[in-house]
Each structure stands twice: as structure tokens, then as C-alpha cells.
């Protein structure tokens, strides 16, 4: 299981850190990540980080911005998300066990979603 937390309301220029708990079963083997859904629009990819944390891959729309970390003594990946903007507004997921596949990712096991809201 995955419990994914941390969203809220911010004002654009903000920052928020999401953290994703695993219990039930260990992640430290998988890759990790996020995805995000935005009212009327597809879930998409904004980040995964390998099963060592060695390896990130960052969608370009938060390149820069955001960061990815995991820290697998504790079963906890974290987002933190700086210089938020009003377009980031969505649902974000935390996922497990991704994979990339002709450019796109996909994962195996989901987290329930957090609102993270940005104001303008």
C-alpha cells in the first residue's frame, strides 16, 4: 500500500513536499515515482526515481523545479516542489515498480492521490 501526502493550497511561487509511504510490502527493490492528473486532462508522468536513488528521469514541465528522493530504510519517497505555478495544480499519485516503455511510463501499484492546488 501507498500513502501519498503532504498536498494542500499554496500560492504560485510556493513550495510543497509530498511524501509517499509504503507499508504492507517493501519498495526498496522498485522504482518509484509521481504522476499527476489535472481536471479534464490524462494522468501524466512528472518524475521517477531508481530503487538506489541513483537514477532520476524528470518530465520537462518540472525539470528544475522539482526534486525527487526516496529513503528506503524508512519506505518514504518525497517531492519537493519549489517555484510552484497555478499549471501544476492537479492530483498528484504516487506510484511503484515504474517502467518506461517508447517514452512513456507506466507503474504497477498506485497510492491514492493529494490535492495540490496553486493559486495565482
Known amino acids: 500500500q501507498l500513502q501519498a501526502s503532504g498536498g494542500g493550497l499554496v500560492q504560485a511561487g510556493g513550495s510543497l513536499r509530498l511524501s509517499c509511504a509504503a507499508s504492507?510490502?517493501?519498495?526498496?527493490?522498485?522504482?518509484m515515482g509521481w504522476f499527476r492528473q489535472a481536471p479534464g486532462k490524462e494522468r501524466e508522468f512528472v518524475v521517477s526515481?531508481?530503487?538506489?536513488?541513483?537514477?532520476?528521469y524528470y518530465a520537462d514541465s518540472v525539470k528544475g523545479r522539482f526534486t525527487i528522493s526516496r529513503d528506503n530504510a524508512k519506505n518514504t519517497v518525497y517531492l519537493q516542489m519549489n517555484s510552484l505555478k497555478p499549471e501544476d495544480t492537479a492530483v498528484y499519485y504516487c506510484?511503484?515498480?515504474?517502467?518506461?516503455?517508447?517514452?512513456?511510463?507506466?507503474?504497477?501499484?498506485w497510492g491514492q492521490g493529494t490535492q495540490v492546488t496553486v493559486s495565482s
Open positions: 526515481i531508481s530503487w538506489s536513488g541513483g537514477s532520476t
Open positions: 506510484a511503484a515498480d515504474l517502467k518506461e516503455r517508447f517514452s512513456r511510463w507506466y507503474a504497477d501499484y
Open positions: 504492507g510490502r517493501t519498495f526498496s527493490s522498485y522504482g
